[in-house]
Each structure stands twice: as C-alpha cells, then as structure tokens.
C-alpha cells in the first residue's frame, strides 16, 4: 500500500481546492449533532468527531429519493427522470461506514442487480475515509472482522498523527487522485511510519471487548422458535431509530405522490420495525408484534444477509447503541444468542 | 396546483366552508333561494355535523392550496345531535390557537355558528371572509410542494 | 436512591410470590453511563435486576395498553397521570394494575449531559449529594444534578404519584412557584412570523422515524393516521408539509391527555423541540377549559364532554 503525508496545515486549502472540483461531503455540526452534509467552504468540516449521528448512506442512498416525475397534458405524459449526479467526494468518514458501503453496494451495485441511482453516486464518488484514534465504547467493529484502521470501502485512508495525516492509498481511484492533488502530498518518513502503526495499535487495544460473534449464524438458525426472542424485544418501541441511524441498513419503500395531473414516485427509507413493514392487503401480516420484529432485524443481519450476500450487515459503529431511546443494546442481544 | 393565479388583482382565494347539514347548510341554501349574493370563491362541503370536522380537513385543505377555510355549525343548544357542537368547539378552540401559535396566518381559518334562518346572515359572513382571506393572500405555509431532487 | 431500589425490590418480590401480578414492569441498569433500561420480570428471583435512579426515564406506562395479564408497574408522578389516563381511556383497568409509586425529583436529561461534555464521551458517570460527576478520557466534570433535569422535570408540579397502590420513599414536596408555560408564553410572545420561521426549522429536521410516537404512552391507535392509506392523509416522503401535519396532528391527538411526561421529547434521536407544541396544547387545555390530565379516573376525558360555557370568543 503506497502512504503520503499531507500536513494538518495544508487541509483547509487542500479541501477549498476539492470543493472547486467536487462536491465534497463532510462531517458538519448541525445543531447539537454531526452529520454529513455538503460543504462550500473548508471551515464547514468538523475532522475532531467521534462519529456522525446520520450514517453518511444518506449521500448514496437518500432518505427519500425521486424516482422520476410525471405530468399529464391532454393525450401525453411527460416523464422527467433526475439527472445523473457530477464527481463528488467524501471526506472523513469512518472505516466502519465505508465498510458498510461495501455492504449496501451488495444489494445496490452486484452482480445481479445495479441500481442506476445508486451506482451512479457510487461510481462518482471518491471516499477518503478518516481512521479512529480513538474508539468510542460503544464501537464493536473489530468482533466484526473490522478494525478502527480498515481501508475497505474507501480510496484512501487518512491516519491522524497530530501535525499530519499519513494518507494510504488504497484503491486505483485513491492514486489518480493522489496524483492528481500532489500538491498536498509529499513522501512519508519512517519515524511518522512508526507513529502510525503506534496509533493504530493503541486504537485496537481501545477496543471493548469483543462481542460473541462467532457462530452467531448457526445459533441464529437453531433458535428461532426459542422464548428468548419474547424477552429480548419486549422493551423495543418499534420506532425505526436503529433502521434509520444504521450504515448498513437499506430497507425502502416507493410511495407514488401526486396532486391534479402531476406527480412523482419517490423512493423512502422504511423500517422493518414499523408493523406497516409487512402488512399484506388481507389483513395477514406475518411478523405481527415486536417480538417477530425484532428477531427479524436480527436474523436479517446475521443470518439471511450472511446467506444471500456471505457477510454480516452489520458494521459495528454502535449508533443503534447510542440513540436506542430504551437502551436496547444488540451487543446485548448478540451475547445473550450466543450464551443460548 | 404549482399554477398559483397570482396576477396583481386578478388572484381570487380558494376558499372551502365546511357546513352542518341542519342549520348551516341549509342557511345557506336559504342564502341562495333568497338571492342573497356573496363571492363565487367558495365551495362548500356538506357534513352531518360540526363535531364531524378532523382538524386533518382543516390541515389538509391548507396542504393543497385552500386558501381559507370555514367551519360551520349550529348555535350551541340547537345542535341536531344535541352535543356534537359543544365538543367540535373545544376541538376548534384547541386548533384555532395551535395554527396561530405556529405561525399559520390569523384569520384563514374561520368559525362560525349559522342557522337555517340565517340565509343573510351566511351571505354577510363569507363575503368578508372572501374579503379577509384575499387581504391575508394566497396560503403558502402549509403547501405541499414537489420534494427536492 | 438505593434505598428506594431496596423497597422497590421487596415489593416486586411480595407481588410475585403473592401471585398478586403476573409481571413487573421497572428499570434496570443500562449497558452505558447514566442509562437505565426498561425491565421485565416475571419470577421472583430476578427482582434483584431491578433499580432506581436519576437515569428511569421513560415513561413505562407505554408497556400497558392492550395487556391482558395483572401488572406491577413502577411509577414516577408523570408516568401515574399517564396510567390515569389509560384507565379513563379503556385501555387497561384499574384492577389489572398494582401501581408503585416512586416520588421523583427529576430525571437527568441525556442530552444536556452531552452538552455540557461537548458531545465527549463519557466513561462513568456518579451520582453523589445532587452532583453528577463526568468521566471521560481527559475530562472530569461535576455538575448540579438540578441543572441536567429534563425541562418537563424542572417545571414538574407532580412529584408525587397521583394514583398509587404502594408509594416507596418519602412524598416529595410539590414545588408551587414555577411557571410551567414560561417557554410557551416567551415563544407566544413573538411575532407570527418568527414563531414560524422556528417551527419551520424545528420541525424540517424531522425524519419520520416515529421515536416520539412510539414512546408516547397515550399513542395506541391500532392505526395510526399517519399509517392510513384510504384516505391518505399525508405522505411518507421527507416533504415538509407532511412533516409539520404530522407533528401538528400528534400534537392536537394528546389534547387533554398528555401529561407532560417529556417522553417523546427524550426519544427524538435529532433533538427537536417537541414540547414547544405538546406544552401549548396542554396551556390552553388549562386555561381554557380548566382541565389537567391524568389527574382522576373520574374525570370525564376532555374532548368527551363540554361545558356550555366554554368560551367561544373565536367564533364567529
């Protein structure tokens, strides 16, 4: 893997610089939280953050997305599709939120089915992500295969050094860019090489101890009519907190909006926690309490998921953890499986 | 709906008045026998009773370009159903104090009582609440609007 | 506080072997600082999970509607005047529930805590002689518990259950001098035009997730209106005039009901105002009609009844 070094001074000249050429998306404070919002100046990005309180799935996959619009004249219809993105780029995210990019580009971007919106702001955008230095208690990403420094899903990976960054290229698209902001970027010594495997290693041994992850399927698929399901979803309120805050999660529903002879058909984020979620016309609906509900997202995550796309959806940013308004923690319900 | 006719004086609110089916209804058709004018702006909705009023009407009236809204019942103490106004007017208290509370304009949602004698006097209330509403200009507040892309 | 977790213990224990409930609806400890969980227990034996402290936030009256089994129910003041109002409502009955009642001087609001670390993270957080004490990785704070008190919590003037079949700790005495609509009357007081453009973009944060709906004890409509597709009455996409009904509706649904409990404000993840308008409506409740929720079962809920002097200044 090929490291740079760009100093902490040159960031604010070298993202005004991006902002000319992309549309960058950075953390920004908004309120009393972070999320990932569009940038016009560098001053904007917050890069001293734990973690946003929106995943950045938000710039791939919007909350609530046209699909196309529509008007009807006398004998026609106008169809007006939304025009392809331009070049954009990310800046700071996380190693868990560009691994669970990885995750959504499974189901939006394989083999057997491309989703146009979505690859199309796949395709064009540059991920730079930021590895953590320092890991909140509520992360779990390395009982997950993960890891605060992981550089899956993202064009380069940024490692904090105080004064600098060391920036690793990780992918084909991360070198042109490297090349093409040179700028920014001069070679890397071996003292700062030292620094960062000091700082990658501090940030693991951070870690919490790890969750019981590791036959985590096979339970799952034993105990699914077992009487801890009743227990372990009683308290959940059935909001779509955790669905909505999730990285990984892409559940989603196309509502159709129109008003006299015009409309549009808008794609929307749902929950499978919502009742609605499965709700069939007749009246059946299979998953009819909390309790199927939950056991649900959980067998989805780490059973179904594991089965269709051979990986866990879950990334282990623990923001579920953080905004969950009962405290219904999954490393609790993860542990309790695996103890069954 | 996006087509807001808003040419200097030519724009003509949009106005809906819900009306009782026992006495504001019919003072208004009383109105119309009797020939006693007021503006073409409105249309009227005919419910059994004032209590059948959601303030979902109301909100979404506004959401789709009404640009007032009259709610019509009987006098207290005449009400066809004994009580159904008594308990619409605390629902509309409620309501009327939220909508201003939020910002929405005072004065584009209306509360009257009419009887079915009160031909004239229904003339007389929605021609100045045509007047009112048009003074206060088209409702934009609550709009439904084409989501961004 | 750990006294009251003793007592609250003895008495779950007596209700489960006496067969008296069925289940115990309380609190135990939360897997972060200054959390606790909703807790049930079903067997005698774990009455030990359960606790009591200034993190029992939610408002557990949420877990009773449509439950057929005899329930103990671990009570703040707010949460009793929510049991009320399920009792008046029909959707629990007065036999089914053994309410135990815990007088509480307030709940430490989560994020006024996050506030004051600047969003840090905490490690360990104590309670200690009306001092909250913050641990984080360079950071250690003590801060007057007073001052981290949810807002619905420093304008409470229901400490004490107001329905109750065991009361645990000693009655808390009522504080009568705050004025519980200041905000309302300083958000009154502003021009149509400000309350608006503050509604505007409280409410525009929104994303539809239905924490403050859900967490609502009094929200218990099979379907919820949002949910209604015949008719539809509003959309589900990110539109802000669905957005804003939604929250004016839900708003105008607790009239004469919400107790103030602050659990739907303590829910939203994106921190909006929500007792900007649950509090307004609960102002003109009464002063309008002189009527508080929650307070006896023998009241006649509000929008099921009337007084035929009830004003009508705004009609025409």
Not at chain 1, 35 to 55: Q, T
Not at chain 1, 136 to 157: I, Y
Not at chain 3, 149 to 173: M, R, W, Y
Not at chain 3, 196 to 217: G, H, L, V
Request: hydrophobic fraction near 35%.
């Amino acid at each position: 893997m090929q490291e740079m070094i760009i100093s902490k001074k040159q960031i604010a000249s070298f993202l005004n610089n991006l902002i000319r050429q992309y549309k960058v998306f950075a953390p920004i404070k908004r309120d009393s939280f972070v999320l990932f919002g569009e940038i016009h100046s560098s001053n904007e990005a917050l890069l001293n953050f734990a973690n946003s309180k929106i995943p950045p799935k938000e710039i791939f996959f919007p909350q609530s997305e046209r699909l196309f619009a529509y008007s009807l004249t006398s004998g026609e219809a106008k169809i007006k599709e939304p025009l392809p993105v331009e070049k954009r780029l990310v800046f700071g995210i996380r190693p868990c939120d560009a691994k669970s990019l990885v995750i959504l580009d499974s189901v939006f971007d394989g083999e057997t089915y491309k989703d146009v919106s979505y690859a199309d702001r796949r395709g064009k955008t540059l991920v730079i992500a930021l590895g953590c230095n320092s890991p909140s208690s509520t992360c779990f990403c390395t009982s997950l295969g993960g890891d605060p420094f992981s550089a899956d899903g993202s064009d380069l990976l940024l490692v904090d050094l105080g004064e600098e960054y060391v920036a690793q290229v990780v992918t084909e698209r991360g070198r042109e860019f490297v090349e093409e902001q040179n700028e920014y970027f001069g070679g890397v010594g071996g003292h700062s090489l030292d620094a960062m495997n000091d700082v990658v290693r501090a940030a693991e041994a951070a870690m919490k101890p790890k969750v019981k992850v590791g036959e985590i399927k096979e339970k799952l698929d034993d105990i699914f009519d077992d009487q801890i399901w009743s227990s372990l979803s009683e308290r959940c309120l059935g909001c779509a907190i955790c669905t909505y805050l999730c990285p990984t999660c892409h559940c989603f529903d196309i509502v159709d909006e129109a008003i006299d002879r015009e409309g549009e058909r808008v794609r929307i984020w749902d929950s499978c926690m919502f009742p609605l979620f499965t709700l069939q016309a007749s009246g059946v609906n299979p998953r009819p309490t909390g309790k199927e509900r939950v056991r649900q997202r959980i067998m989805h995550k780490f059973s179904y998921f594991v089965d269709n796309y051979g990986q866990r959806a879950c990334v282990g940013c623990g923001r579920c953890i953080k905004n969950c308004p009962v405290n219904l923690d999954i490393r609790e319900v993860l542990n309790s499986i695996s103890n069954r | 709906m996006e087509e807001f006719r808003e040419q200097k004086d030519q724009w003509e609110p949009k106005i809906i008045a819900f009306l009782c089916n026992w006495c504001s209804y019919a003072g208004a058709d009383l109105a119309g026998v009797s020939r006693f004018q007021y503006p073409p702006n409105t249309r009227v909705i005919r419910i059994p009773c004032s209590s059948r009023i959601s303030p979902l009407f109301i909100l979404r009236s506004l959401q789709h370009g009404v640009d007032g809204i009259l709610v019509s019942g009987c006098h207290p103490g005449d009400c066809h159903y004994i009580s159904g106004n008594y308990v619409a007017r605390r629902k509309f208290a409620i309501l009327n104090n939220l909508l201003e509370y939020v910002g929405i304009e005072k004065g584009r949602v209306k509360f009257s009582w009419v009887s079915a004698a009160e031909g004239k006097r229904f003339a007389q209330i929605m021609k100045e609440f045509a007047k009112e509403v048009k003074a206060l200009g088209p409702a934009r507040k609550l709009v439904k609007s084409k989501i961004k892309v | 506080m750990k006294n009251l977790t003793t007592e609250i213990r003895g008495i779950a224990k007596k209700l489960l072997e006496d067969k008296r409930v069925d289940l115990i609806v309380g609190f135990e400890r939360g897997t972060l600082p200054l959390r606790s969980t909703p807790c049930f227990v079903r067997r005698s034996e774990e009455v030990r999970r359960l606790i009591w402290n200034a993190s029992c936030e939610n408002n557990l009256a949420r877990y009773l509607p449509k439950r057929t089994e005899k329930i103990g129910i671990v009570a703040k003041g707010c949460d009793t005047r929510s049991i009320v109002g399920l009792i008046q409502e029909s959707q629990i009955t007065r036999e089914q529930v053994f309410i135990v009642g815990v007088p509480c001087s307030g709940m430490i609001d989560r994020k006024k805590v996050d506030a004051t670390v600047d969003g840090k993270e905490i490690f360990e957080a104590d309670e200690r002689d009306g001092e909250v004490i913050l641990k984080g990785r360079d950071f250690e704070l003590s801060v007057s518990q007073n001052e981290l008190l949810h807002n619905s919590c420093q304008t409470c003037s229901n400490k004490n259950p107001v329905i109750f079949d065991a009361l645990v700790g000693d009655k808390i005495e009522e504080d009568g001098k705050v004025d519980e609509y200041k905000d309302i009357k300083e958000f009154e007081a502003l021009s149509s035009e400000e309350r608006w453009q503050s509604f505007t973009r409280e409410i525009s944060k929104c994303f539809r997730c239905y924490a403050c709906r859900n967490a609502c004890p009094l929200c218990y409509c099979q379907e919820c209106f949002v949910d209604s597709s015949q008719p539809r009455w509003i959309g589900k996409a990110l539109n802000f005039s669905d957005i804003a009904i939604y929250h004016l509706i839900r708003a105008f649904h607790t009239a004469g009901r919400c107790v103030d409990c602050g659990a739907c404000d303590r829910a939203c993840p994106i921190d909006i105002d929500l007792r900007k308008l649950t509090k307004k409506i609960e102002k003109d409740v009464q002063e309008l009609f002189h009527y508080r929720a929650g307070m006896s079962v023998e009241n006649i809920p509000l929008l099921a009844t009337f007084n035929p002097d009830d004003p009508q200044e705004f009609v025409r």
